[in-house]
């Protein structure tokens, strides 16, 4: 049985970049305004908070919705709107750099590991955590190389990066397993949800970006922006709510998302920015490969037989067609 195509629409990436935004500061409101009523004195834990965890839950159901119905094709970001990407990338790059060699010096000078929680030191620690400085280090350099070229070629194109992009890939891989590692397993699955679903997101997004930038293999304009906005809704999210439940009550913060840092924000926004400038890109794209009625209708150009066999040649056979 042949499989049905979607429709395409060509006003789902605005569409979904509009959602993703809304529902990130929706989700942020939930989560602030909710989580100190589910604190339980007693145990000292959080309940869970089942509305945010619905509302997050029920965007990326639409964002994923959106994905199968937009502008299939790759797309690549205009020159209007490169500088605005490369200077996205450039800072996203910069603020992981910053926020990897601060960590590194802090364990390698006073022994303090990246997250809140303490774990056993054994040989498996120590190489994740090396990995994960490495793998951040590079991972900032490949991003900020990546900008510097999208700057000084005006636009993105197929090949602009090759197995360096693999780098921040690698950090969020490694990042993960840290975290089932050393902060899964002291902290309830209640309060870790979205810190889970930030690092799963970082990690998709950062491995469909890097086919991106280096144009392997088939990377649909839907399933960018959906991956982009679901990173986005995760990364901001959590690094919002840390940052104004610290002001708002400091006992809480750190049980919202002990995990997210300005590392989270940074590479939240420049999936938030880069899927902003996909998306116009996407507009324009589809405004110039549709043709309306209105300009067929208007075309009265007379119709010349001797034509006919232009209409039929392939995109690779001019030369070997007959009439």
């Known amino acids: 049985m042949r499989k049905k195509k979607a429709t395409v629409w060509h006003w789902t990436p605005r569409a979904m970049l509009i959602l993703g935004g809304v529902m990130t500061a929706v989700t942020v409101l939930l989560r602030v305004l909710l989580l100190p009523l589910l604190h339980d004195g007693e145990t000292g834990r959080f309940q869970t908070n089942y509305v945010a965890i619905a509302v997050s839950a029920v965007t990326v159901l639409a964002l994923v919705y959106l994905a199968r119905h937009t502008y299939r094709p790759r797309v690549d970001i205009a020159p209007d709107h490169s500088l605005f990407t490369a200077v996205a990338a ?4 910069a603020v992981l750099g910053i926020w990897t060699g601060y960590h590194a010096v802090q364990w390698l000078l006073d022994g303090i590991m990246p997250l809140p929680v303490q774990v056993r030191v054994t040989t498996l620690t120590l190489v994740l955590l090396y990995a994960m400085f490495a793998f951040g280090l590079l991972g900032a350099i490949g991003m900020i190389v990546w900008g510097f070229q999208v700057a000084a070629e005006s636009g993105t194109r197929r090949g602009m990066a090759s197995w360096w992009m693999l780098a921040p890939v690698m950090w969020a891989w490694f990042r993960l397993v840290w975290f089932e590692m050393a902060y899964s397993n002291s902290v309830g699955w209640t309060e870790k949800f979205f810190d889970f679903l930030m690092v799963i997101a970082q990690l998709l997004f950062l491995f469909k970006f890097a086919r991106f930038a280096s144009g392997i293999g088939k990377v649909t304009t839907g399933g960018m922006l959906a991956y982009g ?11 919002l709510t840390r940052v104004i439940l610290y002001f708002y009550g400091g006992a809480q ?19 938030f920015a880069f899927c902003w400038a996909l998306s116009l890109a996407c507009k324009r794209a589809s405004l110039d490969a549709v043709v ?19 209409l039929v040649l392939d995109d690779g056979d001019e030369g070997n067609s007959q009439p």
């Open 229 to 239: 906005m679901v990173t986005a809704l995760f990364s901001l999210s959590g690094a």
């Open 253 to 271: 913060a750190h049980a919202a998302s002990r995990l997210a840092g300005i590392a989270d924000f940074a590479i939240g926004a420049f999936a």
């Open 292 to 310: 309306t009625e209105e300009e067929l209708a208007d075309d009265d150009t007379p119709y010349d037989p001797s034509l006919e066999p232009l």
């Open 90 to 93: 450039i800072g996203a790059g």
